[in-house]
């Protein structure tokens, strides 16, 4: 083999073209320099629909707010909009995901501050860790420049998409609050938000609760209202469920 043949045999083994070279070499470079970074974390990541754990490394970036996160996973890595990052002492949402993997994959992750438990279809009490902020104000949508300015009674729910929540109607109750409050407040879902934060068959769920009345089958004691009797709740005439 002539020289020129051995060095476009050693040159093609890192890629076919320069592209592929420089993308094999820069994966290669933060594939062994990013783990011994202060910024890569040890995470424990649970998809949606999954109680099994996998074990990554993320890059985690401070943002604005410090109950977010800015993600990078680890070459060839990756996870999915919805899914929970236990690290730190907390749970993580990971409320949005870039679609390009080809480096690295970014994205997104809110600090859960709520678990939110509720019956299944078949009775059980299921937990799942959530956000709850604040909703004094709430866009209509009916009117452009139509804005509602509601009062604490009302609050949203940012949840994951998985094979229980993807069941959550309007009306559903679920009892939202300190558990060392001396009362329990109960709440309703009063909007529904399915699709801006869904990509693809994953993603997170936004809901807008209000404040409701308690009755007495529910159980404070559990965080676990009772929807036995739920009925869903009607538009008014101007349409929304306000």
Same mark, same amino acid.
């Given at each position: 083999?002539?020289?020129?043949?051995?060095?476009?045999?050693?040159?093609?083994?890192?890629?076919?073209?320069?592209?592929?070279?420089?993308?094999?070499?820069?994966?290669?470079?933060?594939?062994?320099?990013?783990?011994?970074?202060?910024?890569?974390?040890?995470?424990?990541?649970?998809?949606?629909?999954?109680?099994?754990?996998?074990?990554?490394?993320?890059?985690?970036?401070?943002?604005?707010?410090?109950?977010?996160?800015?993600?990078?996973?680890?070459?060839?890595?990756?996870?999915?909009?919805?899914?929970?990052?236990?690290?730190?002492?907390?749970?993580?949402?990971?409320?949005?995901?870039?679609?390009?993997?080809?480096?690295?994959?970014?994205?997104?992750?809110?600090?859960?501050?709520?678990?939110?438990?509720?019956?299944? %279809?078949?009775?059980?009490?299921? !937990?799942? #860790?959530?956000?709850?902020? $604040?909703?004094?104000? +709430?866009?209509? *949508?009916?009117?452009?420049?139509?804005?509602?300015?509601?009062?604490?009674?009302?609050?949203?729910?940012?949840?994951?998409?998985?094979?229980?929540?993807?069941?959550?109607?309007?009306?559903?109750?679920?009892?939202?609050?300190?558990?060392?409050?001396?009362?329990?407040?109960?709440?309703?879902?009063?909007?529904?938000?399915?699709?801006?934060?869904?990509?693809?068959?994953?993603?997170?769920?936004?809901?807008?609760?209000?404040?409701? %009345?308690?009755?007495?089958?529910? !159980?404070? #004691?559990?965080?676990?209202? $009772?929807?036995?009797? +739920?009925?869903? *709740?009607?538009?008014?005439?101007?349409?929304?469920?306000?």
């Amino acid at each position: 083999m002539s020289n020129s043949n051995t060095y476009q045999s050693k040159l093609t083994a890192y890629g076919a073209t320069e592209r592929e070279r420089r993308k094999k070499l820069l994966l290669n470079t933060i594939s062994k320099s990013v783990p011994s970074l202060l910024s890569a974390k040890k995470v424990d990541i649970y998809a949606p629909n999954s109680a099994v754990p996998s074990a990554q490394v993320l890059s985690l970036f401070t943002t604005e707010s410090l109950n977010k996160r800015e993600l990078r996973t680890l070459p060839g890595e990756t996870i999915e909009a919805g899914s929970i990052v236990d690290w730190a002492g907390s749970k993580w949402l990971a409320t949005s995901v870039d679609a390009d993997e080809e480096l690295y994959q970014r994205g997104i992750l809110e600090r859960c501050n709520y678990v939110l438990k509720f019956r299944d %279809n078949s009775g059980n009490v299921i !937990s799942k #860790n959530c956000v709850i902020e $604040d909703a004094t104000k +709430y866009t209509l *949508g009916e009117r452009a420049k139509e804005t509602l300015v509601v009062g604490d009674s009302r609050i949203t729910l940012k949840i994951a998409k998985d094979s229980d929540t993807q069941h959550f109607k309007r009306g559903l109750r679920f009892i939202v609050d300190d558990p060392d409050s001396d009362e329990a407040l109960v709440y309703e879902i009063a909007n529904s938000d399915r699709i801006t934060g869904r990509y693809t068959k994953s993603g997170v769920y936004n809901f807008i609760i209000r404040e409701t %009345n308690a009755i007495p089958s529910d !159980s404070p #004691n559990t965080s676990v209202s $009772d929807n036995s009797e +739920y009925v869903p *709740g009607a538009p008014s005439e101007k349409g929304g469920w306000f």
